[in-house]
């Protein structure tokens, strides 16, 4: 099964340490911070319609390049996301808003 995100939603599979340390203290897995890098798995399509007034309207401009891919790498939201645990696999689903860059090699 696969999971196909909805209108501006994207599946991100977190990038995490395996463990932490603060000089020789290893961190505890309750106590880790979580992570805010991951890899773009799936995007979903961008929504066609917005609110104006409280009723929903087709969209004046036409969609422009996301400026993403799948299999990039991207900085998000900390705490902007839904966790989802598929087939063993922890993966976010996050608003596109939630993005907040994308990490390129030099």
């Given amino acids: 099964m696969k999971i196909q995100p909805m209108i501006d939603r994207v599946l991100i599979r977190p990038m995490e340490d395996k463990e932490q340390k603060k000089g020789s203290i290893i961190i505890p897995e309750t106590a880790k911070e979580r992570p805010q890098v991951g890899v773009i798995e799936a ?27 799948v299999g990039d790498k991207v900085i998000y939201a900390k705490y902007g996301a839904t966790e989802i645990d598929h087939e063993g696999t922890k993966y976010l689903m996050v608003e596109t808003k939630d993005l907040l860059g994308i990490l390129k090699e030099k």
Avoid: Q
């Fill in 43 to 69: 995007i979903g399509p961008e929504s066609t319609c917005c609110i104006e007034d409280g009723k929903k309207v087709p969209k004046k401009k036409p969609s422009h390049d996301k400026g993403y891919t």
